[in-house]
């Protein structure tokens, strides 16, 4: 997040209140479901815990003196760097993070996927139905 703000504006980090920031990304991971699946590494991007600190971070934006538009700026691009950032981050300590690739990665996985995209489908089915009952009958 430093790095996002670092390169776009010209605030000097050492005058900001980053601990301010911490203690609120962690207070928002605290109350967030965090759950690492193969389609985290498909998708780092759309990880839910990262949509849930967005608010935090742009408010801390907002709170440092940055206008609007810087605000808008950098906080879309936040899902980029935490992408770009991770993939440094397994380049560097690969060996830290390869036994939860080899945990997620079993000879099961793709059956597992497969069945929870039946059960969304059926669930999507289920509530068109159900949507479909519960309409007013109505006559040509």
Not at 131 to 138: A, S
Request: with cysteine; aromatic share 10%.
């Amino acid at each position: 997040m430093t790095n996002l703000v670092e390169e776009r504006t010209e605030l000097v980090l050492e005058e900001l209140d980053i601990k301010s920031l911490q203690v609120q990304v962690n207070k928002t991971l605290t109350n967030s479901q965090l759950s690492i699946d193969t389609s985290f590494f498909q998708h780092p991007e759309k990880a839910q815990f990262l949509i849930d600190i967005q608010p935090a971070f742009v408010q801390w934006l907002k709170t440092s003196g940055l206008s609007e538009a810087d605000v808008i700026a950098i906080s879309q691009r936040l899902p980029t760097y935490f992408t770009f950032a991770i993939h440094q981050e397994w380049g560097n300590r690969s060996q830290d993070y390869s036994p939860l690739q080899e945990q997620l990665d079993t000879p099961f996985t793709q059956a597992n996927e497969r069945t929870q995209a039946w059960f969304c489908y059926s669930s999507w089915l289920q509530k068109h139905v159900t949507l479909l009952i519960t309409l007013p009958n109505i006559e040509p």
